[in-house]
């Protein structure tokens, strides 16, 4: 499941933007993520287990600049 973060979680590795829903690679993170943005808009929410796999069970598309491989 995804829990909505109101700052950058610690010990998380994925990252999801509810807007885009789109999920960043916090190990990998490039200024495009944007990652400050995301959780200033209130947009942030981590996953339970924080893996890509869960992310992409629950409908978020990569990253396009810390992950990339786009599935849509
Ligand atoms: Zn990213």
Do not use: W
């Given at each position: 499941?995804?829990?909505?973060?109101?700052?950058?979680?610690?010990?998380?590795?994925?990252?999801?933007?509810?807007?885009?829903?789109?999920?960043?690679?916090?190990?990998?993170?490039?200024?495009?993520?944007?990652?400050?943005?995301?959780?200033?808009?209130?947009?942030?929410?981590?996953f339970?287990?924080?893996?890509?796999?869960?992310?992409?069970?629950?409908?978020?598309?990569?990253?396009?600049?810390?992950?990339?491989?786009?599935?849509?």
């Amino acid at each position: 499941m995804a829990t909505p973060v109101k700052g950058r979680p610690p010990g998380k590795r994925y990252l999801g933007n509810t807007n885009k829903k789109e999920v960043h690679d916090l190990h990998n993170e490039t200024p495009q993520c944007q990652i400050n943005e995301i959780i200033a808009a209130g947009h942030a929410v981590v996953f339970d287990p924080d893996t890509l796999g869960q992310a992409h069970r629950e409908g978020y598309d990569n990253g396009a600049y810390c992950i990339g491989g786009s599935k849509r």
